[in-house]
């Protein structure tokens, strides 16, 4: 089960325990591998607003806008049209539930589907299709998304993401792969995700070991859950939506941990998420794992994920040392539209910058310091939101079909 969560103009995901709804599926071979016996494949990928997007055609229509996604066990097409276009027979129907308060949700499973990327095939890759997009990805990035692609595409492979130039590539499991000055991390495969121990030094100074899913698809640097039983989250924290699930909101904190170490390699204040424990399935607010590590920290790296041989291989980029910045507006916004150059206002924190300002749920923004907002993207938005404590913006606003000007002054909340 996929969760969504919005914040720090990021893209957050929770993982959702798949295996569970598809276990026949699963049991049976589902991977891609490289065409003509190549050894390599080179691919362009997208990053917007911490997510990795690759293009893939299915049954030989597309291309589709697919989310790579090592937080789910099995393909999730979140575009109901896409189902619709692909004229399946043999589904079934199947209810899927998470965190958040609220009902379940229907999904079709679609077994067999011919999966492919520029050089890349598929074998026996299944598919559950969403009956209705709940998520709102396409708003949430400013462009199609039409699905998330996980556990089957790096099962079989090795793939090597680079931030730099915006590409992957993915090499045969026999394949020896050469990546100089790179620092071997062990993880484990299980329920079909990769799991890494990483060592925390929380507020107080206490130490704690956890275990985390690494998570290709969760924006966020980290999520914290179980350690929250015995430790609490710290003090210094704000409260925040975090975003919406499978069955409804998420509400929790957003705090810093005060170290974690990735290997050899160590972070300070780091931005963390401690979702309430009243928001979770109780299937999963019982898990022996304690929270995820997201793209806010691998997208640090050049990186392979090689699930064949239980490693991560990772060599810091120019990031390295980039701060961990929260936004401080205080507002959570999407894209609007058929060309999704509306940006909307979904939330404002009380309190927060926006809020003193009296910026509410639903305006518009037209402009920053007189750009239009149609001629930035999302990510362009999101970084200048989070710039500089203190930093005076002037926004344009419009509200009922009337535009003002409002003076916006960024706080930093945490």
Same mark, same amino acid.
């Given at each position: 089960?996929?969760?969504?969560?919005?914040?720090?103009?990021?893209?957050?995901?929770?993982?959702?325990?798949?295996?569970?709804?598809?276990?026949?599926?699963?049991?049976?071979?589902?991977?891609?591998?490289?065409?003509?016996?190549?050894?390599?494949?080179?691919?362009?990928?997208?990053?917007?607003?911490?997510?990795?997007?690759?293009?893939?055609?299915?049954?030989?229509?597309?291309?589709?806008?697919?989310?790579?996604?090592?937080?789910?066990?099995?393909?999730?097409?979140? #575009?109901?049209?896409?189902?619709?276009?692909?004229?399946?027979?043999?589904?079934?129907?199947?209810?899927?539930?998470?965190?958040?308060? !609220?009902?379940?949700? &229907?999904?079709?499973?679609?077994?067999?589907?011919?999966?492919?990327?520029?050089?890349?095939?598929?074998?026996?890759?299944?598919?559950?299709?969403?009956?209705?997009?709940?998520?709102?990805?396409?708003?949430?990035?400013?462009?199609? @998304?039409?699905?998330?692609?996980?556990? +089957?595409?790096?099962?079989?492979?090795?793939?090597?993401?680079?931030?730099? #130039?915006?590409?992957?590539?993915?090499?045969?499991?026999?394949?020896?792969?050469?990546?100089?000055?790179?620092?071997?991390?062990?993880?484990?495969?299980?329920?079909?995700?990769?799991?890494?121990?990483?060592?925390?030094?929380?507020?107080?100074?206490?130490?704690?070991?956890?275990?985390?899913?690494?998570?290709?698809?969760?924006?966020?640097?980290?999520?914290?859950?179980?350690?929250?039983?015995?430790?609490?989250?710290?003090?210094?924290?704000?409260?925040?939506?975090?975003?919406?699930?499978?069955?409804?909101? @998420?509400?929790?904190?957003?705090?810093?941990?005060? +170290?974690?170490?990735?290997?050899?390699?160590?972070?300070?204040?780091?931005?963390?998420?401690?979702?309430?424990?009243?928001?979770?399935?109780?299937?999963?607010?019982?898990?022996?794992?304690? !929270?995820?590590?997201?793209?806010?920290?691998?997208?640090?790296?050049?990186?392979?994920?090689?699930?064949?041989?239980?490693?991560?291989?990772?060599?810091?980029?120019?990031?390295?040392?980039?701060?961990? &910045?929260?936004?401080?507006? !205080?507002?959570?916004?999407?894209?609007?539209?058929? #060309?999704?150059?509306? @940006?909307?206002?979904?939330?404002?924190?009380?309190?927060?910058?926006?809020?003193? @300002?009296?910026?509410?749920?639903?305006? +518009?923004?037209?402009?920053?310091?007189?750009?239009?907002?149609?001629?930035?993207?999302? +990510?362009?938005?999101?970084?200048?939101?989070?710039?500089? #404590?203190?930093?005076?913006?002037?926004?344009?606003?419009?509200?009922?079909?009337?535009?003002?000007?409002?003076?916006?002054?960024?706080?930093?909340?945490?």
């Amino acid at each position: 089960m996929l969760v969504k969560l919005l914040k720090n103009g990021r893209l957050l995901r929770f993982l959702i325990i798949l295996v569970l709804c598809f276990s026949n599926l699963l049991a049976e071979a589902q991977y891609f591998y490289l065409a003509q016996n190549r050894k390599r494949v080179t691919i362009p990928f997208q990053l917007v607003r911490n997510m990795i997007i690759v293009r893939v055609k299915i049954n030989d229509k597309g291309p589709f806008n697919f989310i790579l996604d090592t937080g789910v066990g099995i393909m999730i097409i979140t #575009d109901p049209c896409v189902g619709d276009s692909l004229n399946l027979s043999n589904t079934r129907t199947i209810k899927l539930s998470g965190f958040g308060e !609220g009902e379940e949700y &229907e999904a079709t499973v679609a077994p067999y589907l011919k999966v492919e990327m520029h050089g890349i095939n598929s074998f026996g890759v299944s598919a559950a299709i969403l009956k209705k997009d709940n998520f709102g990805l396409s708003a949430y990035a400013g462009m199609p @998304i039409h699905g998330l692609l996980g556990y +089957e595409f790096f099962n079989a492979l090795q793939v090597k993401f680079n931030f730099s #130039d915006s590409t992957l590539v993915a090499y045969r499991p026999d394949q020896v792969v050469k990546f100089k000055k790179s620092y071997k991390i062990p993880i484990t495969i299980q329920d079909n995700k990769p799991f890494v121990l990483v060592p925390m030094k929380l507020s107080d100074g206490t130490i704690v070991n956890t275990k985390l899913v690494l998570d290709l698809g969760a924006g966020h640097p980290l999520l914290i859950n179980n350690t929250t039983k015995t430790n609490g989250h710290p003090s210094k924290c704000i409260s925040a939506n975090l975003g919406l699930g499978f069955s409804g909101p @998420i509400t929790g904190v957003i705090s810093r941990m005060q +170290e974690i170490e990735f290997g050899k390699y160590k972070f300070k204040d780091v931005l963390a998420s401690f979702p309430d424990e009243q928001s979770f399935n109780p299937l999963y607010a019982n898990a022996d794992h304690d !929270g995820n590590l997201g793209l806010g920290i691998l997208k640090r790296f050049t990186f392979i994920m090689d699930y064949p041989h239980n490693a991560i291989y990772v060599k810091p980029n120019s990031d390295i040392k980039r701060p961990f &910045e929260h936004d401080m507006s !205080g507002m959570q916004y999407y894209a609007a539209g058929d #060309d999704y150059k509306h @940006i909307i206002i979904e939330r404002v924190e009380p309190g927060s910058a926006a809020d003193v @300002i009296g910026i509410q749920k639903d305006d +518009e923004i037209l402009d920053i310091n007189f750009k239009p907002v149609s001629k930035m993207s999302l +990510e362009e938005i999101d970084e200048i939101f989070k710039s500089r #404590d203190d930093r005076s913006l002037l926004i344009g606003v419009s509200r009922n079909n009337k535009e003002s000007f409002k003076v916006l002054t960024l706080k930093r909340r945490i």
